[in-house]
């Protein structure tokens, strides 16, 4: 029973295309993330959605584009890939009981722009 | 604002040695604290946490204290061994939603 999942966990593309990550979590929280660790293992906040709405909307390239059909599921869809973009991404989950509560994080997506 | 400094690695240790990864901490309020271990090619999973001032947490050997005065959350373990090689992440959750991160802490240990 994974808590969060992700799909594809690989991803080799050209640039110029259009692709999307996909996030699912069966812990019912109300609140998810993504998340951009580079080759240096930096971890970057890009979004979060708590309860379908966006509440955390970091300085991303409008590229990128988040979606929340509902509060299990938080996808990503990148526009016109660039070389840059290549980076492992983390969907990530949390609950709202309070600050003690921990993230939860899927086993991250392997991008790589060619 | 709030943020996390974290030591930087990269760590490299024998195994037994004892391990220190420190962390200090900016925030305003009474933000939760964790560690966080990324294993090669996974995610990150929770270490252990502490959620108020002078609380220690521990798991699998590693503790860390909430130090107020300080402003600090250090990671310890008295004897690591090879399957601790991985890269700990420092984070705090001030009220609110959003975690902050440190950069990462790099330990690889040698048999």
């Known amino acids: 029973d994974t808590a969060v999942s992700q799909t594809p966990k690989y991803l080799v593309t050209q640039m110029g295309n259009d692709k999307s990550i996909k996030c699912e979590q069966n812990?019912?929280?109300?609140?998810m993330y993504w998340y951009k660790q580079d080759s240096k293992k930096f971890l970057k906040i890009m979004f979060s959605y708590n309860n379908k709405e966006l509440i955390i909307n970091e300085t991303v390239p409008n590229r990128f584009s988040p979606k929340s059909p509902d509060k299990a599921h938080l996808n990503l869809h990148i526009n016109s890939l660039e070389l840059g973009d290549s980076a492992v991404y983390f969907c990530a989950s949390s609950g709202r009981a309070g600050r003690w509560e921990t993230q939860y994080f899927g086993p991250g997506t392997r991008l790589l722009v060619l | 604002g709030d943020s996390v400094t974290q030591m930087e690695g990269p760590v490299t240790l024998s195994e037994e040695a004892f391990l220190t990864i420190n962390c200090t901490y900016t925030?305003?309020?009474?933000?939760?604290l964790f560690w966080y271990v990324q294993y090669p090619g996974e995610g990150l999973q929770l270490l252990l946490k502490a959620t108020k001032a002078d609380d220690k947490g521990s798991n699998k050997g590693f503790e860390a204290t909430y130090r107020k005065e300080t402003t600090s959350f250090h990671l310890e373990k008295g004897s690591v061994q090879v399957s601790d090689s991985a890269v700990y992440f420092c984070a705090l959750r001030p009220t609110g939603n959003q975690f902050y991160f440190g950069t990462g802490t790099s330990l690889t240990v040698i048999p």
């Open positions: 812990l019912g929280h109300d609140t």
């Open positions: 925030a305003t309020g009474y933000p939760s």
